[in-house]
């Protein structure tokens, strides 16, 4: 997903071996947000990119978790 400036991709997943929310920028080098997530399945940004939702894969009943 977007970010809302056209800079960079929030993306939910392994990166070189580390799980977790990444932002990834056009120019420049991902970076992992200081956040807890493991096994991210789905992750959305609200439109003024102040909040970040995302689901994880788990065996125990579906959950949202939100990050402000």
Do not use: C, H
Request: aromatic letters at 10%.
């Amino acid at each position: 997903m977007w970010f809302p400036d056209q800079t960079a991709v929030l993306w939910g997943g392994t990166l070189d071996g580390e799980q977790g929310i990444w932002r990834i920028p056009l120019e420049g080098d991902a970076e992992r947000l200081g956040m807890d997530a493991s096994e991210v399945s789905e992750v959305r940004l609200s439109p003024d990119a102040k909040q970040i939702a995302y689901t994880v894969r788990t065996s125990l009943p579906n959950e949202v978790w939100a990050f402000r």
